[in-house]
């Protein structure tokens, strides 16, 4: 893959545009393992990288993997793997890890059907819990779904300044549709881009503490290498980054651990509606489920059935509240999703309103018909 001229229309897969995209946001260090149907984000990225100057490895495990970005983002650098469901599993005790320890990074997650080896080809959408509560514990994590080629390209940069400016793992929780789907993709100036670098100490090192409470709940970073030197621990620990047992200082950390997310929930929260305003029926849907949607709506629409959608962008912080509000003047909800109901669970406990699931586990996509048909079996 040649180094892209941004102002030009391409065609490109998602998982290459996650790749481009990465580059874009500054991330310079890549480890992973190959898995479908994630590994061409590892293969174009072991060419790109070193024209970056940046540093690509293969690792030996998703274990391994995970623990190297963690590695290189406490020297300062961008870091960021891919992977699929059984590799995503491995990965979960050291997300808990970054989790605790404050360490930006980025997953890239496509989704297979499972669990277990599964469906190694073929989508899914049965990830969602898994990247909310794969790792055990309280703790905090964002996680974004983009719909199209685009949204990859602008949301795997979101991904990375989230991470960047909350220090927290982000996950990009993809699937294979939108993984291998080729489509147009018109990048956006680099005026229009949006990059965000994590906040540093202006501390000396014999001062620095390394979680150190401010008033935006976020501690200053400090490099390994440029002269500091403390300890990093998956222990509970008090700001100087050693483990403590002390009650109070625990409870200070789980709760600031948590809160910079919920803090900042309408920040990272992001959606996307259409045709609302005058909606009786609301179809909640998220990556390839909200293109089978837009299609299903407009011929529904066509029909004269008010219905409208209700697209979700960043599924943890759920949004929860936004929701609620649309609920209001909605009759009847429909979820469709390559699971049996994870985020319909979600919305249940959003709307309080009846909430009607189109399912498929069989590795196919919901098509518009299902959905369009759905939706003309509630509106009668």
């Given amino acids: ?45 072991s060419r790109r990288l070193p024209q970056e100057k940046g540093v690509f490895i293969q690792m030996e495990d998703e274990l391994a993997s995970m623990a190297a970005i963690i590695a290189a983002s406490l020297t300062g650098v961008k870091s960021m793997t891919a992977t699929s469901g059984p590799g995503f599993s491995l990965m979960q005790e050291n997300i808990g890890y970054a989790s605790m320890a404050e360490v930006p990074c980025v997953i890239v997650s496509v989704q297979r059907g499972g669990p277990s080896t599964g469906l190694p080809t073929l989508p899914s959408q049965a990830d969602v819990m898994q990247s909310r509560w794969g790792t055990h514990g309280d703790h905090p994590i ?3 779904t983009p719909s199209t080629v685009r949204e990859t390209f602008d949301w795997t940069i979101k ?18 549709i939108i993984a291998h789907i080729t489509e147009k993709i018109i990048f956006p100036k680099e005026e229009e881009i949006k990059i965000i670098e994590r906040k540093r100490t202006k501390e000396t090192p014999e001062t620095y503490l390394p979680y150190k409470y401010t008033d935006s709940d976020i501690p200053l970073f400090a490099d390994f290498g440029s002269g500091y030197r403390y300890n990093v621990t998956g222990l509970s620990h008090d700001e100087t980054g050693f483990p403590t ?22 920040e990272i929260i992001e959606f996307k509606t259409e045709f609302l305003e005058d909606a009786e029926i609301c179809v909640v849907a998220y990556g390839s489920s909200a293109r089978s949607t837009y299609r299903a709506i407009r011929q529904t629409r066509e029909a004269g059935i008010k219905v409208g959608i ?22 009847k909800f429909i979820v469709p999703e390559m699971n049996l109901g994870q985020i319909a669970h979600e919305v249940s406990c959003a709307t309080r309103c009846d909430v009607i699931k189109v399912n498929r586990v069989d ?16 509106s009668v």
């Fill in 363 to 378: 590795g196919g996509l919901i098509t518009p018909d299902e959905i369009l048909e759905r939706i003309k079996h509630v």
């Fill in 1 to 45: 893959m040649q180094k892209i001229n941004r102002q030009d229309a391409k065609l490109m897969t998602g998982n290459e545009a996650c790749a481009e995209a990465a580059i874009v946001a500054g991330m310079r260090f890549f480890a992973g393992y190959p898995i479908t149907p994630s590994s061409e984000i590892a293969e174009v990225l």
């Fill in 245 to 266: 047992n002390d009650p109070k200082k625990i409870d200070n950390l789980y709760r600031r651990l948590n809160q910079k997310i919920e803090r900042y929930k309408n």
């Fill in 142 to 144: 964002i996680v974004v």
């Fill in 159 to 176: 991904a990375f300044n989230f991470a960047e400016r909350f220090r927290v793992p982000v996950v990009v929780l993809l699937d294979e």
């Fill in 310 to 331: 209700f697209q979700i962008f960043t599924i943890w912080p759920f949004p929860y509240e936004e929701l609620a509000k649309v609920s209001h003047h909605i009759k």
